[in-house]
């Protein structure tokens, strides 16, 4: 189910896809749009599950891996055996950064290693840093709040680099996780406070494509 955008009556495009359900080997699956109170929207379960993970699987869209997680890697410029904490996602400079997941900016800035980077606080515990950027995204600064898929800056060769591209990273409690082999947690479910609210649309939706589908 979906809006359909119309101006002085004529036809110019379709919106947000508000609902919808899809069947796999008998089994449906629903999805609902849900707009919260901060005015985030997302996709929710009938159960006011979230659809989605707290992060993204990637922070940008990339050419290739240049470099994985590794606790023994030479450094290309220092030539030492060293740890690479992070991955590393070769793209064109300019190339739009975004944040993995909600959360707060808490560091913004400079090191001669990491380039311009920014660290952002997520819930549970979760950081998560980029490296090498070029220039930061208008705004961003220490303390500002984010939102999944925010971009946040813009791919570079700063710092230690030998050419463009983000070493993104991402710590639990501290200690650093390889991104490609994390099983991210599901994102947080509808708050109780807008279930109400919540239920009477999902209802509303699923009878308008039960009706249109005949179903």
């Known amino acids: 189910l979906v809006e359909k955008k119309y101006k002085e009556g004529r036809f110019r495009g379709y919106g947000d896809i508000q609902a919808a359900f899809f069947t796999n080997k008998g089994r449906v699956y629903k999805a609902f749009l849900h707009t919260d109170a901060r005015g985030v929207s997302g996709y929710y ?3 006011g599950n ?3 993970k707290a992060f993204l699987k990637a922070p940008l869209s990339f050419s290739r891996i240049s470099s994985k997680f590794s606790k023994k890697r030479l450094h ?3 030539k030492k055996v060293r740890p690479h904490n992070g991955v590393d996602y070769a ?3 300019g190339t739009p950064i975004k944040t993995v997941g909600d959360g707060t900016i808490i560091r913004v800035g400079y090191d001669k290693g990491a380039g311009k980077y920014m660290k952002v606080r997520h819930p549970n515990g979760y950081t998560s840093s980029y490296f090498h950027m070029s220039r930061f995204a208008k705004g961003m600064k220490t303390n500002k709040k984010v939102i999944q898929g925010q971009t946040i800056g813009y791919v570079g060769s700063t710092g230690y680099s030998t050419g463009p591209h983000l070493d993104f990273r991402l710590c639990k409690s501290g200690r650093y996780i390889d991104p490609l082999n994390y099983k991210a947690p599901s994102a947080k479910p509808i708050n109780q406070e807008e279930m109400e609210e919540f239920n009477e649309r999902s209802v509303a939706l ?3 494509i039960v009706a249109a589908k005949g179903m």
């Open 206 to 208: 699923s009878q308008r």
């Open 45 to 47: 379960d009938e159960d």
């Open 76 to 78: 290309p410029i220092l």
């Open 91 to 93: 793209a064109p400079i």
């Open 50 to 52: 979230s659809m989605q």
